[in-house]
């Protein structure tokens, strides 16, 4: 028995010894680095959120809800972290006049019938006003019923399925993968007169399937021939075969519309195989953040385009500035400070915005749906033109004009386009709603 | 054709050695040990985090075996004894609580960036007709070899081999005949644990760095046992090696692309249905 127990004691010791090794290494965060980008433009901020009158709400809560993907293969986390850090601020500095945010957030774990109950669970609570921030691969479609049912409407960060573009209870202020794919292909295009392009989609029913329509529908219009496009699950456990396939075919160009750590790895089969100096690799969104260049090495520099649906996240505009300063002070410096965290903090802002200009004591599902779905004209120098809730016949993109960077030779991201048209022939709705109600972009 | 067969036997070399790593634990306790890509994840997110930090990198690879490999041996330790006795499935699903656990600490500690672990021996290769092989898919193709070569050996030849194989018929009856029973189980778990640290290490640099897609790892080398049959060293590396190709081929098909990661899976449950009575046999021995 005493040996069993010492023998007990020694293991547990040892444990506790490789656990301390394991959160002294991740405590090692990158907290130094992650604002080096920006210089001293962050020190000057004066922060603005809500009132901003620094004072600390204290009345009766007004509830919001996300749900986003966190786990189950990939994490969009950065959304609503974002929107959580503005929150803090908001009710740091007043509140909705007087009374602070609680912001839940879910994680569906990529798992539509958990996202199905999880919005089951906010429509039900009469309490939760409104969803902001969100950020999921499965949720939208199966969301859509479930919120028109109970007069719910979400202000999405990251919309990401066909179905979050297309739902008349939820708009995304991102411009989506669609539109993000379209957009860095046109960009190599116009960079480097590609003549041919294949692509890895995930395959995620109303996202993988949407994206390579989209694509082919993008190339008939652009004159390029789409060699293959393919699909695969998340994670990525299988660079080495996607990256064959691309040895063995050898478009011109080739996009995997991947999350970024799965983008990194092919990135590093690739750079193996020297297949970057004779294809021209782009990414959409989800690559451009300030950690990215970092990780894919040397190899790229000069040879690596990205899309990004928001102003580049080193950008002085006040805006771009503020959600910096914001994470910075109520954030924690893990949160990634990448294209879905401005996503979070506008969505955020947006919702914000239209609370304060209701009366505080009539803050109700029934008040709150219906100033969402009447905002229009949101400015923002993070977005290329106003931000509007309601396209036509629920179509809702309104943030269709993006910018596209590339890694220069010092492996920094430098803008090689900005604001510019996407071409999907998908958005002709949008575009002739907008030229019919001006009001909508004023 | 021959650009995925070599993209194949790369990604089917690491199923091998953690299927390796996996047999020898399960034929000296009994226990499949579900926890072994949870916990490698944490060691290789750990030794990513001491590189990024000033860390030499083999320091920082030592790191993470030592941690997978010390968190294996503790779980023995502790919960090994009182779950000796209890049912093989029963064993099994006690060691996912080491993934949830190891899942919950690296979702709190690193998030969603992209991260990449690069070994020197990337950089370095040679051209197989059409295809270019790096120096780490051939030294994962040779460390499986010489492993599965070492745990034979171990297995067959040595006393402490013999006390494991005597485990695996009986664990009271060795205890009785005065065999060094909890050396032995101690043995496994730590072999149990280095392979899925080296794993680990390997995994992140051939495919990506990422907790989820590490844990995702027992899914395969759980196929390549049951390939197996939960005895047979030998067929079980044939069969991670057969599951990385089939794996690479399928996925080489724009058509039936998105099956790719099915593979493992269905090679699974037709290996189950087709040694179904077999397997039953194996396990009940464990009993």
Known sequence: ?442 | MLLFVVAGVAIGSLYSLSAVGLLVLYRATGTLNLGYGGVGALGALTAWQLNQRGVSLWASIGVCVAICAGVSVAWGRVLGPPLAARDPLVRAAATLGLTIVSLGICGYFWNDDARTLNLPTDQSGFDLGPAHVTMTQAIALVLVAVVAAAASILLRVTRLGTTMRALADDRQLTAMLGARVRVAEAVAWAVCGLLGGVSAILFADLTVLSAQNLASLIIPALAAVLIGRLTLLWVTVAGGLILGILQSMVTSVTALSAYGAAVPFVAAVLVTLWFGRRLSYAMRGHA
């Not at chain 1, 879910?106 to 006003?129: C, E, I, R």
């Not at chain 1, 995620?204 to 399937?209: A, E, F």
């Not at chain 1, 750590?261 to 451009?288: M, W």
């Open chain 1, 1 to 442: 028995m005493k040996l069993r127990t010492s023998a007990t004691r020694r293991a547990l010791r040892l444990v506790t010894a490789l656990a301390a090794v394991t959160v002294a290494a991740a405590a090692c965060s990158t907290a130094a680095s992650v604002n080096s980008d920006l210089g001293s433009s962050l020190k000057k901020v004066h922060i603005t959120c809500g009132l901003s009158n620094g004072q600390k709400a204290t009345g009766a809560p007004i509830k919001i809800g996300a749900i986003a993907t966190e786990s189950g293969g990939l994490d969009f986390s950065s959304a609503p972290d974002s929107a959580s850090a503005y929150f803090a601020c908001v009710n740091a500095n007043g509140g909705i006049h007087g009374r602070p945010i609680v912001y839940q957030v879910q994680d569906d774990g990529l798992n539509p019938q958990k996202a199905s109950a999880l919005a089951t669970g906010f429509a039900d609570n009469s309490s939760v006003v409104a969803m902001t921030g969100g950020a999921s691969f499965v949720a939208c479609s199966v969301n859509q019923p479930i919120y028109a049912k109970a007069d719910l409407y979400d202000i999405l960060a990251v919309g990401v399925p066909k179905a979050c573009f297309y739902s008349k209870n939820m708009s995304p202020v991102n411009g989506g993968p669609q539109l993000s794919l379209i957009s860095d292909a046109q960009e190599l295009v116009n960079e480097f007169h590609i003549k041919t392009i294949a692509a890895s989609v995930y395959a995620i029913p109303g996202l993988g399937d949407w994206l390579a329509q989209g694509l082919r529908a993008w190339a008939k219009q652009a004159g390029v021939q789409v060699k293959w496009i393919n699909q695969t699950t998340p994670p990525v456990t299988d660079a080495s075969t996607i990256i064959a396939e691309v040895k063995a075919t050898h478009p011109d160009a080739y996009i995997p519309t991947f999350a970024a750590p799965d983008v990194a790895a092919v990135l590093k089969v690739a750079a193996q195989q020297n297949l970057g100096s004779s294809v021209h690799f782009g990414c959409l969104t989800p690559c451009y953040d300030t950690t990215f260049p970092s990780q894919i090495g040397s190899y790229w520099r000069g040879k690596f385009n990205s899309n990004s649906e928001f102003a580049l996240v080193n950008s002085t505009g006040p805006d771009n500035l503020n959600w910096r300063a914001i994470l910075d002070k109520y954030g924690k410096p893990s949160y990634p400070r990448d294209s879905f965290s401005q996503g979070g903090y506008l969505a955020a802002k947006i919702l914000v915005t239209t609370l304060l200009k209701l009366n505080a004591n009539n803050i109700t599902r029934a008040t709150v749906s219906a100033a969402i779905t009447q905002i229009k004209d949101f400015k923002s120098d993070m977005f290329c033109t106003p931000w509007y809730f309601s396209g036509p016949n629920g179509h809702n993109n309104a943030n269709h004009q993006l910018h596209n960077v590339k890694l220069d030779a010092s492996g920094a991201y430098v803008q090689a386009a900005g604001c510019f048209e996407t071409p999907d022939p998908a958005l002709a709705d949008i575009l002739a709603a907008e030229k019919t109600d001006p009001a909508l972009v004023r």
